[in-house]
Structures are given as C-alpha cells and as structure tokens.
C-alpha cells in the first residue's frame, strides 16, 4: 500500500467519524429536522458505528503493537489500548442486545458497566506506559520541578472542574450503584487526564512530523470520552434525554479518534 | 581520525528526522542527546556520530518502530555522508 493511499485511509475515517458525530449533534440541535426518523432509528445506528469504531480500534491498536519491539514500553502501550478499546467493545456489544435486537434503552447499569469500568485502568495504564516510553526514549520532558508544576495544575484543574460537575450529580436521589457509577466515570476520565497532560506537551511539540497526529488523535479520543462520561452523568442523572445525542457524538469521536491514531500509527510503521 | 562539523551534523540529522518529529522536537531531541552525551565540541569523530545516531535511533523506535527508524537512520548516514564527509 503507498502512503497516499495510507493517507487517504486516514482521511476517510476522520470524515466518517467527523460527519456520524455531527449527525448526532445536529439530532440534539434541531430535533425537528429528524422528526420523521425517530430516536430509535439513530439509537441502532450510534450503536452500529460505535461496535464498529471499537472493534476497529482495537484491531488496529493491536497490529500497531506488533510493530514494536517486544519488552518495550511502547508495545505494552498499545497492547494496553487495544485491550482497552475491546473492553468497550463488549461493552457496546452486551448494550446492542437492547439497542440493536429490541429497539429499546439500555438499562443503567446493566452488564456492559463491567466491561466500561474494566476498560478504563487499561487505558489509564496505556497512557502511563506511553509517557514511561517517552521518557526511556531520552527526549526531553521538562525538569523535575517542571513535571511536578504540570502534574499539580492538572491535579488542581481535575478538582476545580470536578467537584463542582460531580457534586450536582452526587445530590441526586438516583439509586446508589447508578449515582456511584455516575461519579466513578468521569473520576476515572480524571484519572486519566493525568498522563494525558504529559503526552499533550509531547504532542504540541511534534508540531509539522508526521508522528504528531498519532498522538493528536489519540488525545482527542481522551478529551471527547472525558466529555462524554461528564454529559452522560448530567444528561442521565438531571433527566435532560433530549441532549442524550450529544453523548453519542463524543463517544463516537472518541472511539473514532482512537481507531485513527490507531491506523496513523499503522500507517507509519508500515510506510 | 576524520573529524566533522558538529553543527553541520546536527543539521544534516534533524533535516531528515524533522519531516516525522517536526522541527522543533527534531532539534531539541538531537541538541538533547549531544549534550547529554558530552558532545559539545566544535567536532564530531566518526564513533560519537555512530553513538549519537544509536540514541537518536532508540528515541524515533518508539515512534515509528525499530524497521522504519533504521529506515530513517541509513538516510541520515547518506545526508551526512554527501554534507559533511563523515
């Protein structure tokens, strides 16, 4: 395969994604304008693309990781996310037996919240593992004191937009496995901003290589599922169903942009 | 012993690995490793080229894997060999 042809593939999952995640938005924005389809109609299709973005993710994911050297940080790393992305896929896959086979809501929680909580320290600890590679590398990463001043500002940043976006969400008379779920979610996308801050400052600094956006993609499937799971914790504890497509379009971007770095990543090794 | 330019080497290597690192991690990357490697003379010999090409090549596995960035590296060896003679 050349590396336009590599390109192109990139290229078309971006706007496959790009334009399944404005779809949802536009859902949220202008219901009327979708009247005649019906919310059940977008439920089986969010459904479909996400099983499709995180299957695809991981497959990539892990034939990423087989480029690199067995033993490294780098291979665990994308071994990791792989993993992680297969947890959401059974996750999706455990909710399309009421979304896809019955047309109706998943229940809150049900089964697929195992393979969701599951997934996320793989992906926290891929995040670690990528930071641990950068490092092994020798690339510069800033001095102690530096790393340190990033790591409480991201700490601080975490408590100052957490507290006052969970604590709505903790006074809710929601049962409590919904309410502990509610909040355990965009604790752990917290818990994975942490590492997330290192790699951004690797990224901002591959500004114009070809590798930068691998770890633009990647970071932006942090960021958007970040957002998800604090637009789902609102949307469903507050009662706001009709913003619920909102939530679809971010985990669509996610699990988009982990299938694109995913094949960026396998682009370049293979090119 | 041949004995090449230092910054006319820096520059030969982060003319090629700029395109996948970009230019400003490309020339802190290499300016790092020197350094850190005490090679901060006018000159470079031959064997300090080698060494800082092994780290620099070591620094691009982990983003580009172990084939392309020897890939990467024998082009390295081409542009210096063409720019400074090493």
Redesign the interface.
């Known amino acids: 395969m050349t590396a336009i042809s590599n390109r192109r593939g990139e290229v078309a999952c971006v706007a496959a994604v790009g334009f399944m995640a404005l779809l949802f938005l536009a859902q949220a924005a202008l219901p009327g304008l979708f009247a005649g389809m019906g919310r059940g109609t977008f439920m089986v299709v969010g459904c479909l693309t996400k099983l499709v973005l995180e299957g695809l993710g991981a497959l990539l994911a892990h034939r990423a990781a087989g480029?690199?050297?067995p033993g490294?940080?780098?291979r665990r790393a994308w071994r990791l996310l792989s993993l992680g992305l297969l947890g959401f896929f059974l996750a999706q896959l455990a909710l399309s037996r009421y979304q896809i086979a019955r047309g109706v809501q998943s229940p809150f929680p049900s089964l697929a919240d195992v393979f969701f909580v599951a997934a996320y320290p793989l992906l926290i600890a891929a995040l670690v593992s990528f930071v641990k590679?950068?490092q092994?590398?020798?690339?510069?990463m800033g001095s102690a004191s530096e790393r340190w001043t990033l790591m409480g500002l991201v700490l601080a940043l975490c408590l100052g937009l957490g507290y006052p976006m969970l604590a709505p969400v903790a006074g809710t008379a929601a049962p409590p496995l919904e309410k502990l779920l509610n909040l355990a979610y965009p604790l752990l996308d917290l818990a994975l901003l942490v590492p997330t801050a290192f790699l951004l400052r690797v990224t901002l600094?591959?500004?114009?290589?070809?590798?930068?956006r691998?770890w633009v993609a990647l970071l932006v499937g942090v960021l958007a599922l970040a957002g998800g799971d604090i637009a789902f914790a609102y949307f469903s504890t507050l009662d706001m169903a009709r913003l619920e497509p909102v939530v679809d379009a971010l985990f669509i971007a996610s699990y988009g942009s982990f299938a694109w770095g995913s094949l960026a990543q396998r682009n370049?090794?293979s090119? | 012993m041949v004995e090449s330019n230092r910054g006319a080497v820096l520059e030969a290597i982060i003319e090629v690995i700029a395109p996948y690192l970009g230019q400003g991690m490309a020339r802190s990357a290499v300016t790092a490793h020197a350094q850190n490697l005490g090679f901060d003379g006018a000159h470079l010999r031959a064997d300090q080229i080698e060494i800082l090409m092994t780290k620099i090549g070591a620094g691009l596995n982990i983003f580009v894997g172990r084939e392309k960035s020897a890939t990467i590296l024998a082009e390295v060896k081409q542009v210096l060999a063409g720019a400074v003679g090493a």
């Open positions: 480029g690199f050297d490294t940080h780098v590679a950068y092994e590398a020798g690339f510069p600094r591959l500004q114009g290589g070809n590798v930068q691998v370049l090794l090119r």
